[in-house]
């Protein structure tokens, strides 16, 4: 990871192709040390190919995985009766406000005091 890290930077600076030397340098003014085996094998993997089109790529590949979370509480909550799902709503608002409240009364100062 730290050498794609160092190759996109050096992307972002101008460099469309880093070399091995270019990254060991990147890597050596922070104090890492590069690893070869690692550091050749991704060189040959971009080697030739534009780094703006793979991200977009890859991004499109992201988007279609699901993400997890609260995609699993929606069917659980469609088999409540409509007037109490309503219900409960309306009162799940006020609740979330008073948190806000509350979380910024307990820091004790303000962001720019």
């Known amino acids: 990871m730290k050498h794609l890290a160092a190759y996109l930077l050096l992307g972002l600076g101008g460099n469309a192709s880093p070399s091995a030397s270019d990254i ?3 890597l050596g003014s922070v104090g890492i040390e590069a690893d070869d085996e690692r550091l050749e094998k ?3 993997e971009l080697k030739g190919k534009d780094i703006s089109e793979l991200i977009a790529e890859g ?3 992201l988007a279609s995985v ?3 979370g609260a995609g699993g509480a929606a069917p659980a909550a469609g088999g409540a009766a409509p ?3 309503g219900a409960a709503a309306e009162e799940a608002k006020p609740a979330k406000e008073e948190e806000k409240e509350e ?3 307990d820091m004790g100062f303000g962001l720019f005091d």
């Open 66 to 68: 699901p993400s997890g």
């Open 42 to 44: 991704l060189l040959s």
């Open 103 to 105: 979380s910024d009364e």
């Open 24 to 26: 060991k340098s990147v």
């Open 59 to 61: 991004s499109t590949k």
């Open 83 to 85: 007037a109490a799902g």
